[in-house]
């Protein structure tokens, strides 16, 4: 069940379509780990023109950690780690999914990136983790991401703490 990706209706009524996601994570609260829950209902993640807000941010890297405990290294566990440059180009965003449980990334065209992020959405699957969905797009879909984490971590750095950061450390 998708109420933002369904371009159907977000594209005649996206008023309706945003109604009825916020009534679906409302009756869901209690099944969404408490950070992915704060992100998805809080009032700048869905504005545009929140500079914080995903909407038209440029991915610049994805990365997909495998770790691994054990004897013989054989207790594996994956993490993915997003970066991207926000909308306004004065700031990046980070999302940390610590424990990936299942992914599916498609992009119909690279040969202008992913372009922008469009559309998302965070739900919770069939065994109880949260799904999210991300739509890649220019002019038209370019990609569809579907990644299943046991939670998200968000972070928004200002482009001034950037630079104060790398100044420091040179």
Same mark, same amino acid.
């Given at each position: 069940? /998708?109420?933002?990706?369904t371009?159907?209706? @977000? ?7 945003? !109604? !009825?996601? *916020? ?7 209690? =099944?969404?780990? &408490?950070?992915? +829950?704060?992100?998805? /209902?809080?009032? #700048? +993640? ?10 038209? =941010?440029?991915?610049? *890297?994805?990365?997909? $950690?495998? =770790? ?7 207790? !594996? /566990? %994956?993490?993915?780690?997003? @970066? ?9 965003i980070? $999302? %940390? ?5 299942? +992914? ?12 922008? #992020?469009?559309f998302?959405? %965070? *739900? $919770? ?18 990609g ?10 968000? !972070? #928004?750095? &200002? ?12």
């Amino acid at each position: 069940m /998708t109420f933002l990706l369904t371009s159907d209706g @977000r594209e005649r009524d996206v008023v309706s379509a945003f !109604r !009825r996601y *916020r009534e679906y994570l409302e009756s869901q609260r209690s =099944a969404f780990p &408490p950070s992915a +829950y704060a992100l998805a /209902t809080s009032d #700048w +993640y869905f504005d545009s023109q929140d500079h914080r807000c995903p909407h038209d =941010a440029w991915l610049e *890297r994805c990365e997909l $950690i495998e =770790a691994s405990t054990g004897e013989r290294s054989e207790k !594996r /566990t %994956l993490s993915l780690r997003l @970066r991207m440059l926000g909308a306004y180009h004065d700031g990046h965003i980070e $999302i %940390l999914y610590p424990r990936v449980f299942a +992914y599916s990334f498609s992009l119909v065209d690279s040969l202008r990136g992913h372009c922008d #992020w469009r559309f998302d959405e %965070l *739900r $919770i699957s069939d065994r109880g983790n949260v799904i999210h969905e991300i739509e890649w797009a220019d002019d038209q879909k370019t990609g569809l991401w579907i990644i299943e984490a046991a939670d998200l971590e968000y !972070r #928004w750095t &200002p482009a001034h703490t950037v630079s104060q950061l790398q100044r420091t450390t040179e």
